[in-house]
Structure formats: C-alpha cells, structure tokens
T-cell receptor, first 116, second 114 residues
C-alpha cells in the first residue's frame, strides 16, 4: 500500500514552546491530509483537514491558533503545536487518501508528544 | 447521524481459535468500509477495505470481512488467531471522496491467550 510518514516519532518539549510535526505522503500526492489526536486506549479524534493551497478546516472545539496546520505541497502537511502545555501531550496521527487506490486512506506511524 | 459502533471493547481469544470482531455502521450514502489495526504506540495499518463488488473481502495477515447491507455490518474474521494479532482494531466508514475524513469506531482490544 501507499506510504505516509510522520516525523518525529516522538518529541519532548518544554511548556510554552512550539513543536512541529511533519506528515509526508511518500509515493503519492495528497491534496488533502487529516490530522488526528488519540488519547491512551481511546479512538482517533479528528482535529482538522489539511488542504493544499488553502486554509485547513478545523473540527469543532479545536483551537486553530494553537494547532497550526500548513499544507505546503502535495506531499507535505505540518502540524505545529504552539505554546504547548502538558495537556497537549498526546499521540498525533496524520492520514492521507491515495487517489491511485480509490482514495483509500493511509496513516502515518504517529508522533508522541510529551510536554514537560 | 453517521456513526460506527464496535460493540466489544475487549475480546480475549485463545491462540489458534477463530475470531470475529463486530462492526455496525449508520451511514446515509453508499458506505466505504475499512478495518485498521494498531499495535501499541504505532500508527494504523490498513487490514482491508470494501468499496463495491464481492461482499466478502480478503485482507492482509489472513483477515477477511463480510459486508452485510441488510444488517449494516462489516464484521472482521480470522480462522486461526496468532499471538502477534494482539492489538487494537478499528472499523471505519466514509465516502469515496478525497476531502472527507473517515468516521471511526471506538475500537476493540484483542488479547490472545496461550
């Protein structure tokens, strides 16, 4: 199947700092990517839809000024957690639909964020 | 409302025994259905998908799923479970549109006993 890669796999940052997570589609182009957040032993919560060339669409309750999303190219979307706080610690996963396989959605490996 | 229900939060199966994980959906349009598996601390791996055609779908790792429109179900099965199958399993539904995210069930944790 298609490959979606995230970087970094895990990151620790201090409270008040910002951290950027990258999501790349390695062997296909994606005009849309999705960012999820997952708490331990829970399902995935959709945070936002990243759109290449336009603004991201945020789900209700997600602070767009805190979780900045930039879809810089057809293979790269970034999520920046600004002024991070310990409650932002979570597992963040991105996904992208591969139009070459009927828009099957493939997921990245996820990024663990710990804010201390 | 569109939703996915996985009735079983946690299932334990003996190694070598058969497995069935249940998934029911509520979706207004023609559903496109997926099963993903997640190992602890990992991302999601696609097991199989149903778009159209044969309602019995074969996936990776020996898994299969059957789409039953009349029951709004897409249950995942495996005839003989291996210890390495222990993981979290998510059923998801969505449209075949690039700009729309999937709706996920809450997941079923599979434990495999020896």
């Amino acid at each position: 199947g298609a490959v979606v890669s995230q970087h970094p796999s895990w990151v620790i940052c201090k409270s008040g700092t910002s951290v950027k997570i990258e999501c790349r589609s390695l062997d296909f182009q994606a005009t849309t990517m999705f960012w999820y957040r997952q708490f331990p032993k829970q399902s995935l919560m959709l945070m936002a839809t990243s759109n290449e060339g336009s603004k991201a669409t945020y789900e209700q309750g997600v602070e767009k000024d805190k979780f900045l999303i930039n879809h810089a190219s057809l293979t790269l979307s970034t999520l920046t957690v600004t002024s991070a706080h310990p409650e932002d610690s979570s597992f963040y996963i991105c996904s992208a639909p591969d139009s070459n396989s009927g828009n099957t959605i493939y997921f990245g490996e996820g990024s663990w964020l710990t804010v201390v | 409302a569109q939703s996915v229900t996985q009735p079983d939060i946690h299932i334990t199966v003996s190694e070598g025994a058969s497995l069935e994980l249940r998934c029911n959906y509520s979706y207004g349009a023609t559903p496109y259905l997926f099963w993903y598996v997640q190992s602890p601390g990992q991302g999601l791996q696609l097991l199989l998908k149903y778009f159209s055609g044969d309602t019995l779908v074969q996936g990776i790792k020996g898994f299969e799923a059957e789409f039953k429109r009349s029951q709004s179900s897409f249950n995942l099965r495996k005839p003989s479970v291996h210890w390495s199958d222990a993981a979290e399993y998510f059923c998801a539904v969505g449209p075949n549109q690039a700009g729309t995210a999937l709706i996920f069930g809450k997941g079923t944790t599979l434990s495999v006993s020896s």
